[in-house]
């Protein structure tokens, strides 16, 4: 490979990897709204895991839980 196609090479790889990240961040601020909604709601499934649960119950916040954090992985960070 000759130096001119490896630093183009270099160059579209570096412009892909840093476009990327930026752009997801600056999309994730604008959901501040959201994200504190999504805290919110989880606050209130551990509000309810502490007072006390039924097996199926527990089983139901669980499933809820992983949801929410799912939601917030994807939404706020």
Do not use: H, I
């Not at 990240?21 to 604008?30: I, K, M, Q």
């Not at 709601?41 to 916040?61: I, N, P, S």
């Amino acid at each position: 490979m000759d130096r001119r196609t490896f630093l183009a090479c270099a160059l579209l790889a570096t412009s892909t990897l840093t476009a990327t990240p930026v752009a997801r961040g600056a999309w994730r601020r604008d959901n501040r709204e959201a994200c504190a909604k999504l805290d919110a709601r989880l606050k209130d499934v551990e509000a309810q895991r502490r007072m006390g649960y039924t097996a199926k119950q527990g089983r139901k916040l669980a499933a809820r839980r992983e949801e929410l954090e799912q939601q917030r992985r994807d939404q706020c960070r």
